[in-house]
């Protein structure tokens, strides 16, 4: 069986490519890397690397991070600056017995020192939102914080094997040196090749309350089916969250068994893409149900020419 799930409509040019790979007997970690390569190259997603938003100095600090479900070497990186692809640092990383997780300019060094590729990712259609955003601020008195989508996935290879990656540029106007989930094993991923894996978005500070992505494999690995996982560890900790913490920001989850099998659950409305060697690949858009399950259904098109025309909106 050969399987890709991934988090938002940016990733779906993603999986596509990781599909095709896997389909050609490549291996998990490779399709899982090319599959946020794809994310992080795309200058209109204002989440994740090229052209993300900036931090509240106008930076644009970036986090990632790899797992190998076989061996469970795991590399991250966070706020990484002026390197193409965050997703390839994190993957190096994770061959290091030490040092596997780098911050700020340790993991930009360690990029330059390995030759990875370097490119300037503030776009100027990014640096236009972020003065827009920073005269508002200004003259509205308006929250500054805006976005913290990041593209998680999971991928199932024909050896069994499976891998995770998350990219990230983090939450839009966010301190400097602010880290969410995303790089945070058990948190923003977790993958184990004889169970399965997961993969968050959402606000990193709440996400990282409940360690959610670990908790969806370890129920899954209790023999729970990957949408029961997902809806059980989502909407209990949303409840207890709620009544411990006061309230609860926005979160959704994605998995993947190691047959092949998927779920999801959020508590706002969420798009997600997922194919298999059984189902093409497809965007779905995912809403919270009643009595703690999760409702699915297939994008429309007049919902995909929306979102395409919202993304690629003139900034004023």
Same mark, same amino acid.
């Given at each position: 069986?050969?399987?890709?799930?991934?988090t938002?409509?940016?990733?779906?040019?993603g999986?596509?490519?990781?599909?095709?790979?896997?389909?050609?007997?490549?291996?998990? &970690?490779?399709?899982? @890397?090319?599959?946020?390569?794809t994310?992080? #190259?795309?200058?209109?997603?204002?989440?994740v690397?090229?052209?993300g938003?900036?931090? /509240?100095?106008g930076?644009?600090?970036?986090? /990632?991070?790899?797992m190998?479900?076989?061996?469970?070497?795991?590399g991250?990186?966070?706020?990484?600056?002026? $390197?193409?692809?965050?997703?390839?640092?994190?993957?190096?990383l994770?061959?290091?017995?030490?040092?596997?997780?780098? $911050?700020?300019?340790?993991?930009t060094?360690?990029s330059?020192?390995? #030759?990875?590729? +370097?490119k300037?990712?503030?776009?100027?259609? /990014?640096?236009?939102i972020?003065?827009?955003?920073?005269?508002?601020?200004?003259?509205?008195?308006l #929250?500054?914080?805006?976005?913290?989508?990041?593209?998680?996935?999971?991928?199932l290879?024909?050896y069994?094997?499976?891998?995770?990656?998350?990219?990230?540029?983090?939450?839009?106007?966010?301190?400097?040196? +602010?880290? *969410?989930d995303?790089?945070?094993?058990?948190?923003?991923?977790? $993958?184990?090749?004889?169970? *399965? *894996?997961a993969?968050?978005?959402?606000?990193g500070?709440?996400?990282?309350?409940?360690?959610?992505?670990? @908790?969806?494999?370890?129920?899954?690995?209790?023999?729970?089916?990957p949408?029961?996982?997902?809806?059980?560890?989502?909407?209990?900790?949303?409840?207890?969250?709620?009544? +411990?913490? &006061?309230?609860?920001?926005?979160f959704?989850?994605?998995?993947?068994?190691?047959a092949g099998?998927?779920?999801?659950?959020?508590?706002?409305?969420?798009?997600?893409?997922?194919?298999?060697?059984?189902?093409?690949?497809?965007?779905?858009?995912?809403n919270?149900?009643?009595?703690?399950?999760?409702?699915?259904?297939?994008?429309?098109?007049?919902?995909?020419?929306?979102y395409?025309?919202?993304?690629?909106?003139?900034?004023?």
């Amino acid at each position: 069986m050969q399987g890709a799930i991934a988090t938002w409509r940016m990733a779906h040019d993603g999986v596509v490519e990781a599909l095709r790979l896997l389909e050609k007997n490549e291996r998990a &970690g490779d399709a899982v @890397e090319a599959l946020i390569k794809t994310v992080e #190259d795309y200058p209109y997603y204002k989440s994740v690397g090229y052209g993300g938003l900036p931090n /509240a100095q106008g930076i644009l600090e970036m986090d /990632a991070a790899f797992m190998d479900g076989d061996s469970f070497k795991i590399g991250a990186v966070a706020g990484i600056t002026d $390197v193409k692809n965050p997703i390839s640092v994190a993957r190096s990383l994770s061959e290091e017995k030490f040092n596997s997780f780098l $911050v700020g300019t340790g993991a930009t060094q360690y990029s330059m020192l390995h #030759d990875f590729e +370097r490119k300037n990712m503030l776009t100027p259609r /990014a640096h236009k939102i972020w003065e827009k955003r920073l005269k508002e601020i200004q003259e509205k008195q308006l #929250d500054p914080y805006d976005g913290h989508d990041t593209v998680g996935a999971i991928t199932l290879d024909t050896y069994g094997s499976m891998a995770a990656g998350t990219s990230s540029s983090g939450l839009f106007m966010k301190k400097p040196g +602010r880290v *969410g989930d995303s790089p945070l094993s058990g948190s923003g991923f977790y $993958v184990d090749s004889t169970i *399965g *894996g997961a993969a968050a978005t959402g606000l990193g500070e709440d996400l990282m309350k409940g360690c959610l992505s670990y @908790e969806i494999v370890r129920l899954m690995g209790s023999g729970a089916s990957p949408q029961e996982a997902c809806d059980q560890a989502v909407y209990s900790f949303e409840t207890k969250l709620k009544e +411990r913490y &006061g309230k609860a920001g926005a979160f959704s989850l994605i998995a993947m068994n190691k047959a092949g099998e998927w779920g999801v659950a959020t508590n706002v409305e969420f798009t997600f893409s997922v194919g298999t060697q059984t189902q093409a690949p497809q965007i779905f858009l995912a809403n919270p149900g009643k009595n703690k399950t999760t409702l699915i259904e297939p994008i429309t098109q007049e919902w995909l020419e929306a979102y395409e025309k919202r993304i690629k909106a003139p900034i004023d």
